[in-house]
């Protein structure tokens, strides 16, 4: 990110699960409203589900077309890992993707 973009740090301390998730989308619409970037960080012992998934998949595309840049803050690991694994979601995974959820190709 260039030094003149403005991110926006979102961590959250509770579960991003079904029960939570409505929250958590507020508040990552207003930032990616408000700001041009956007870091997401999830810590490895949350509890997660597939909610998180589409909540962060949607919000890509949403930032991918209102010019807006969403990111992990670190790579998936612990149950965000195991969520988008048994998902299914790294299997077949695009470079894109691969990128966003492990930061692979990241330097």
Do not use: Y
Request: with cysteine; proline share 3%.
């Amino acid at each position: 990110m260039s030094s003149n973009e403005t991110v926006a740090v979102l961590s959250w301390d509770e579960s991003l699960t079904l029960r939570t998730i409505s929250n958590h989308c507020d508040e990552l619409l207003l930032a990616l409203n408000e700001k041009s970037a956007v870091a997401i960080d999830i810590s490895d012992d949350q509890p997660v589900d597939l909610t998180l998934i589409q909540l962060i998949e949607s919000a890509r595309i949403f930032a991918s077309t209102s010019g807006k840049k969403l990111t992990l803050l670190k790579p998936a690991a612990g149950h965000l890992r195991d969520v988008l694994e048994r998902g299914g979601f790294l299997q077949n995974i695009s470079p894109e993707d691969s990128n966003f959820w492990l930061h692979d190709g990241v330097k």
